[in-house]
């Protein structure tokens, strides 16, 4: 009888025992911060402005366009000093030996492709919604502005130039179209930039004219312009510059009104730069803005090269950027700038440059310039002056005009590629391995099929 | 003949059906221990026969129907010595025999904690350690756990520091995770408890010690549970072995009293050399000179740069400053520790009390732990049918921190140098930051923990084959972490940041870090033993349960501006500067259950299968529940009848297989991962535009679930001479599979958190495991010379076998270069060959590899690129490890030697890139160098020299950085034999009634250490940030750590 009972019991238990599993996948839901937020992170279309509006934070963080990819840019040219840098990391810019464990380009690299990553997050969870046709061109048009914005800048840097091989068949990188996890297949550099034209001219067929501090049609236009300048495709390059500077919608500005808080006429796409209530506050380019201040202990500098054609004493423009070796375009009472990445200054300078490389409208193209020298306090270009001389003088003064922007190293690369094969800058072949940034371990650790940049041998 | 009759009447029997055969007597009697206490289902047996019996409730057993005539009667019981009576029995007579069996105490049969239950060494088929009290508190630990070290074959533990609160890292039989936890379970009297490291992050550069706070001298005995058969049974969170933890319990008879104490003093077990301020500025200028300079070397900013309000010092000043910050930070720590206990028991209720104090300064200033303690256990027998345990304990563990990098020895090694005075010349302190005395004045750092483990069990036993235990857990951990910054430091850190609010009139601000750790458990388990129904024959015994668990974290941080520089605990509301958010909240539940089979045959041939079922809400939705099964196998060959050895007395194999999980895994990377800029916060941080802005950090990977390791085992254990020799010899080999790694993805696809936790790896361990006890001489008589050894050695070979990552960047330990790499050990140093130096310029020299085939093309060159010429050179697990043990005994001498070692591993001094690279004191970030630079460095063409030619320039030696200075000079052998204690006591002749013991002794620990490496300590764990880092970077990779303590202590035992 006992051990009847006793197997009563086990028997029992072990049914117990085998109907937990059916309870208990209710029992372990998990409960913490992280799964309630999920949970509340979509839910409206406002949601989604809000992961675009994230875009466009990437885009300006002191990590990427708010200043690291200028400051190294700048580094890696002819025109820095980097005699009072302290900074490691942006020594090894200037050395031209940039390594797998260096920050600014690990910290260049994922802020670059948070905005990727962040349009692609809104272009895939934009069918969840009900929107209005303006709606989806806003999100899809911004979209796909910031996307080839974010793989543009970092394809410079870390890529040779469009134009070292014929055909452009010289390793590229990724573009990120989707949010699927791990790495999406290297392209060629033709393949990359075929990514980025086609996501900005969908973006000037999508944005509206007019649309606040965000993204509108003439940012497109104006990047599109700046990319084919850099491709040394002149004729689509000015196509763009065009569309820009004949809507009428942008003045030139005073120098020093380019950099100020409240923003600048010229500017068609800035950094947008928010004080006031604090809850707000975000210091876009404050890194740009302390790298050249001045008061810093460690400053960036100006090379004495840099002055060779213009000092601080010679013009208008000399005066109120220069102070003995230090850059000081930026610098004003607010200590705050609202940060233009398209400006009207630098599509005249290409507008013009344009015109005279396809012997296109060389009075326009005077025009151009001389608005530029007069502002800056010099004498017009002269009337007789040539297809070369204002080739000559648009890319002067793109030196001066666009210094500290991130300009001249990505400028004397297009022109080495465009007729000067031995260019040499500051003191090495523009070529050697080095002067292109090598993969961060960040970025070489996510993907299987990329191999290290050569380094070094721009001694 | 006879035999087959009685198999044939027991057949029968077991048919159901008795046989009544005519004219035979009956034998009754009782079984107690040799307290008097009845042994309940104690085997009686007629030998020779498979007529036998089990004693009852009062240990009473009747043997009816015996047939007459002269045998032998046995009485056993688990872990008991066995009798055996010579008996006589006539027709129909009645006899009465009792036993009184005193307890086992030969090693071979001891009884074993087991989960869920106890069981006899020699049924055994896994691979269980056991340590008993007088091995935990004989050396001086703050944490029981490092008393583990070199005790259990295969048990690496290896100690952080020598500092307060300095949590160990123990392995049992290597490290079979990456990304997850490595640690093994512990478990407290049946409670896994609560045992994060990094409960506390890793403020202040330390690591939490959730194991500090359970006083060592409650502890009866630790088990070790090392192999599957033993540990499955703890299902997914046994993949790390399983450490159980069995608390003192009473025992029948007169209070039994224990007082002791021990007084010493600690000191570092060395003190490294480093260069003072005269050799320092000479070491600098000849550097100086090197880079082509001329004139005298610039001083450090700190001593020159008025933006840090530092007074201006003139050369010939600074020549006059020669500050030994090894002397301002080294002290001798004084140490101190009380414990009383009582252990009482009658009838039906047995207690054991113990309270506890312990203070452990160490060697550093301001370095201190402090615990104060204290457990009642009761045993409630009210009936034979119920037994009711009630545990309790309360503890609090009181941690005064010094940083160890930022602060104390690892400011005084580094960037506090000999050149900078203590205080300036007005008599303020100079530079705070770079000021180990004026750190430790004006910021401190304080640990509080309050920890209470808890339990009630209840155990219900209808007949006495079957008993139906309930229990009931409480784990609970108030974990305080407090940070008071005087306003002088605040002033101090921020002066390049004078816009800060914390610079407004204050006298500082406090602050705090509070984790509320609560966690439930109750199981129920149901377990009937048919042990000795068939006496000799078969005996079965099964075990179910079930098991549910819960735990929550709660923390939360906050910041509190000062009216008064003096620590407290609570501030008023109204001088909160942050109220801070909760940084965790966290709600985890598991649900299980298991069961446990064990089977044996004639005592020779043991089986036992386990199996549980583990549900926890640490897994992914799509994998909630795991399954883990186990088999073992034991077959004791010496007791076969063709055994006949008269010196090979005992011999048994055994053999086991099991699946184990591991749920120490990063459970929170099943959700995404989103930034949301809530309505109720302020962060600018979330905002562009005067918008609000939110993103998916990672995607959601609801397929995450345990890690699966498969164990396979084979042992022998052996036994000579009557045990006066034993061992035992184990293989095993371990298989991680599903390990979870941190998949990587390209920085360039711009998620916030570029790896994700998945299922992916391979890793294998496996490894040789020896024990040798051997009884060299034993006492003839009471206080008669006896000398004992005990020896063992673990080895293990650890193999990554599959890691789904493009580069040995994507597994990385934290700072000090090592890697998780496909082929090699899971922490391998990855780090570029230096070659030694070019003797006509002096500069150093790397290997070169070839990009494309990863092989060094046998170049050597100046300036090394890391993203093609890093090599595998070595890895930091020893091959071999473990202990030896010698204690003697003579009269009322006692003397134990213990000497513990480690051969075949790597150490990398991370620090040595600093302490003898680059000459460096001209800059903001100045550091100290190491005296054995002098004389061993280039100096003129053809001097073939350790270091290469002193430089202020990292370019000399083609590096990139001052930092960027990672090669083979720094990495060393990490061989070492280390005398970890050696004891000497006496027994004082009290004759007194009421004192039955009192020993006095001497006890030192980490005496002697032999050790090639040039640094500070060869056993050495890095603090962490998290799991990866301290599975793949944790051990053996040292960066400013200090040095273990060398501990003088004397003491008492006083036993009444």
């Known amino acids: 009888m006992r051990p009847i009972r006793i197997f009563t019991i086990l028997f029992s238990m072990l049914l117990f025992a085998l109907l937990l599993p059916s309870c208990g996948d209710e029992f372990l839901e998990p409960e913490n911060i992280q799964t309630e937020q999920v949970d509340n992170f979509l839910k409206t279309k406002e949601d989604l402005f809000e992961i675009l509006n994230s875009a466009y934070r990437g885009l300006a963080e002191g990590n990427f366009m708010g200043g690291t990819v200028q400051i190294t840019t700048d580094l890696m040219a002819d025109d820095a000093d980097a005699s009072l840098i302290a900074n490691a990391d942006w020594l090894k810019h200037y050395n031209r030996r940039t390594d797998i464990f260096t920050s600014t380009t690990r910290n260049m690299m994922q802020t670059g492709g948070t905005v990727t990553n962040r349009v692609n997050q809104v272009m895939t969870f934009m069918d969840q919604f009900e929107l209005t046709d303006a709606e989806r061109n806003r999100l899809e048009g911004e979209s796909r502005f910031l996307r080839a914005l974010g793989h543009f800048e970092l394809l410079r840097l870390f890529t040779l130039p469009f134009g070292y091989t014929p055909d452009n068949s010289h390793a590229g990188m990724s573009y990120y179209t989707t949010i699927d996890w791990g790495a999406q297949p290297r392209l060629t550099v033709r393949e990359s930039y075929d990514s980025i034209l086609n996501d900005l001219n969908r973006a000037v067929e999508l944005l509206p004219e007019e649309n606040g501090n965000y993204a509108n049609r003439f940012a497109a236009h104006g990047y599109l312009a700046k990319v084919y300048f850099q491709m040394n495709d002149f004729e689509n390059a000015l196509f763009h510059a065009d569309q820009v500077i004949g809507s009428g919608r942008y003045q030139l500005d005073t120098l020093k009104g380019r950099f100020s808080l409240s923003g600048s006429p010229e500017a068609v796409f800035s950094l947008i730069n928010t004080t006031g209530d604090p809850a707000f506050d975000f210091n876009a380019a404050g890194e740009l803005y302390n790298a050249w201040n001045p008061v810093n202990t460690n400053p960036l500098l100006l090379d004495d090269g840099f002055f060779v054609e213009e000092s601080a004493s010679d013009t208008t423009r000399g005066r109120l950027f220069y102070s003995g070796n230090n850059l000081i375009k930026f610098q004003n009472e607010a200590n705050r700038i609202q940060l233009p990445l398209v400006h009207l200054t630098e599509l005249l300078l290409i507008r013009a440059e344009c015109l005279a490389e396809t012997g296109g409208d060389l009075q326009q193209a005077r025009d151009d310039i001389s608005e530029i020298l007069l502002r800056s306090g010099q004498p017009p270009i002269a009337q007789a002056s040539g297809a070369e001389e204002i080739i000559r003088i648009a890319r002067r003064e793109r030196r001066y005009e666009l210094a500290g922007e991130g300009n001249r190293f990505h400028e004397l690369k297009r022109i080495a590629v465009l007729e000067d094969p031995d260019l040499i800058i500051r003191g090495a072949l523009w070529d050697c391995p080095g002067m292109i940034c090598q993969f961060p371990d960040n970025e070489l650790a996510g993907n299987p099929d990329l191999d290290p940049n050569p380094e070094g041998g721009c001694d | ?1056």
């Open chain 2, 1 to 1056: 003949m006879k035999q087959h009759i009685y198999t044939l009447m027991w057949l029968l029997a077991g048919m159901g059906l008795s046989l009544q055969l005519a004219a035979q007597g009956t034998i009754t009697g009782v079984i107690t221990d040799d307290t008097g206490e009845p042994l309940i289902g104690a085997n009686v047996i007629i030998k020779g026969t498979n007529k036998g019996t089990i004693t009852d409730f009062d240990g009473s057993y009747v043997l009816e129907n015996v047939e007459p005539g002269s045998f032998a009667l046995a009485a056993s019981y688990t872990g008991y010595v066995s009798q055996e009576r010579q008996v006589t029995l006539s027709d129909g007579q009645q006899l009465s025999i009792n036993f009184e069996l005193s307890e086992n105490v030969e090693m071979l049969d001891e009884v074993v904690v087991v989960g869920y239950g106890t069981k006899r060494r020699s049924e055994l088929v896994g691979s269980i350690s056991k340590l008993e009290e007088d091995e935990l508190t004989e050396v001086n630990v703050q944490s029981f756990e490092q008393a583990l070290q070199g005790q259990a074959s295969g048990v690496q533990v290896t100690q952080g520091s020598g500092l307060a609160g300095s949590a160990s890292v123990v392995r049992i039989r290597g490290t079979s995770s990456i990304t997850s936890g490595g640690d093994p379970l512990y478990v407290v009297d049946g409670i896994p408890i609560t045992q994060d490291y990094f409960l506390g992050e890793n403020r202040g550069n330390q690591n939490n010690n959730p194991l500090a706070t359970i006083n060592p001298n409650d502890i009866e005995s630790v088990e070790i549970l090392k192999d599957a058969s033993a540990a499955a049974i703890y299902g997914s969170r046994a993949a790390n072995g399983v450490i159980i933890i069995t608390t003192k319990r009473g025992k029948k008879g007169k209070p039994q009293f224990s007082f002791s104490t021990r007084l010493g003093f600690s000191e570092p077990t060395k003190v490294l050399e480093f260069m003072n301020s005269e050799e320092l500025l000479q070491i600098h200028q000849e550097a100086w000179e090197n880079d082509g300079n001329v004139g005298r070397a610039p001083l450090p900013v700190a001593l020159t740069n008025e933006n840090y309000d530092a007074e201006n010092y003139t050369y010939e000043e600074v020549e006059q400053i020669n500050t030994d910050w090894f002397d301002e930070v080294l002290q001798k720590g004084f140490k101190q520790e009380y414990n009383l206990s009582m252990r009482a028991g009658g009838d039906w209720i047995n207690t054991y009390v113990g309270a506890s104090y312990s203070d452990n300064e160490t060697y550093m200033v301001g370095n201190r732990f402090q615990r104060i303690s204290g457990r009642v256990n009761v045993d409630i027998t009210p009936s034979e049918k119920l037994k009711i345990g009630i545990s309790t304990s309360l503890a609090q563990g009181l941690t005064d921190r010094v940083d160890p990098l930022a602060g104390g020895l690892g400011l005084a090694q580094s960037t506090a140098l000999p050149i900078y005075p203590i205080f300036n010349k007005d008599g303020e302190f100079f530079r705070p930051d770079l000021n180990p005395v004026a750190r430790q004045e004006l910021l401190q750092q304080r640990t509080i923990e309050l920890r209470s483990i808890n339990n009630l069990s209840i155990s219900y036993i209808p007949v006495p084959e079957l008993t139906f235990t309930v229990q009931g857990n409480y784990d609970f951990m108030n974990l305080r972490d407090h940070q008071l910054e005087d306003f002088e430091w605040i002033r101090v850190t921020n002066i390049n940041n004078p816009g800060n609010p914390l610079l407004q009139d204050t006298l500082g601000i406090s602050r705090q870090w509070r984790t509320l750790a609560n966690n439930w458990s109750t199981f129920a388990t149901a377990e009937y033993r048919f042990d000795k129904v068939l006496p000799r024959t078969h005996s079965l015994s099964v075990l179910g349960g079930v098991e549910y668990q819960r735990s929550d974290l709660d923390g939360r941080f906050r910041e509190y501006r000062l009216n008064d520089f003096v620590y407290r605990e609570e501030i008023g509301d109204s001088t909160i500067l942050n109220a801070g958010n909760e940084f965790i909240i966290d709600d985890e539940k598991f649900i299980s259950f298991f069961g446990r089979l064990n089977y044996s045959y004639l005592d020779r041939y043991f089986l036992q299968f386990t199996f549980r079922r583990d549900g926890s809400s640490r897994f992914g939705d799509n994998n909630r529940f795991g399954n883990f099964p186990s088999v073992g196998l034991g077959w004791i060959l010496s007791r076969e009848d063709f055994w006949n050895s008269r010196w090979f007395t005992y011999l048994k194999f055994k053999a086991s297989w099991g699946r184990t999980g591991n749920d120490e895994i990063p459970w929170q990377e099943q959700f995404a991962s989103v930034t949301v800029l809530d309505s109720t916060e302020t962060n600018a941080a979330e905002t562009y535009n005067n918008e609000p802005i939110r993103y998916l950090r990672r995607p959601a990977n609801p397929d995450l679930r345990w890690e699966v390791v498969n164990t396979y085992d084979v042992g022998f254990e052996m036994g000579f001479w009557e045990d006066r020799l034993t061992a035992e010899l184990v293989y095993y080999y371990q298989r991680t599979t599903d390990a979870i790694l941190n998949i990587p993805t390209p920085a360039s696809s711009g998620w916030a958190e570029l790896s994700q936790a998945r299922n992916v790896g391979k890793i294998e361990n496996q490894g040789v495991e020896f024990t040798l006890t051997s009884r060299n001489i034993v006492a003839r008589d009471p206080g008669g010379f006896s000398w004992t050894t005990n020896f063992n050695l673990g080895h293990n070979q650890n193999k990554v076998l599959e890691v789904a990552a493009a580069t040995p960047d994507a597994l990385a330990g934290g700072f000090g270069d090592t890697r998780a790499i496909e082929g090699e050990a899971l922490n391998t140093n990855f780090i570029i060959v230096y070659a030694g130096l070019d003797a006509a310029t002096g500069r150093p020299l790397y290997e070169e590899v070839d990009a494309e085939t990863g092989e060094p093309t046998g170049n050597l060159i100046f300036q090394y690129r890391e993203a093609f010429d890093r090599q595998v050179v070595g890895n930091g697990f020893p091959a071999v490890f473990g202990g030896l043990n010698n204690t003697f005994n003579w009269g009322r001498f006692d003397l134990s030697i213990f000497f513990v070692y480690s051969f075949g591993g790597q150490i990398y001094d991370d620090a040595a890139k600093r302490q003898l690279g680059v000459v460096s004191i001209n800059n903001e970030g100045a550091w100290n160098m190491r005296r054995d630079l002098i004389g061993n460095y280039w100096q003129q063409p053809g001097d073939q020299t350790m270091f290469p030619r002193l430089t202020l320039d990292p370019a000399t030696y083609g590096l990139n950085g001052i930092w960027n200075h990672n090669h083979t000079n720094w990495l060393e052998s990490a061989d070492y034999v280390r005398l970890r204690t050696l004891t000497f006591g006496y027994n004082i002749p009290i004759r007194s009634n009421f004192i039955r013991r009192f020993r006095v002794y001497f006890t030192g620990q980490n005496l002697l250490t032999f050790t090639n490496y040039s640094g500070w300590d060869p056993e050495v764990a890095r603090e962490r940030t998290n799991p990866q880092e301290r599975n793949v970077g944790g051990t053996n990779v040292t960066y400013l750590t200090p040095p273990q303590e060398r501990v003088y202590m004397f003491g008492l035992d006083i036993d009444f």
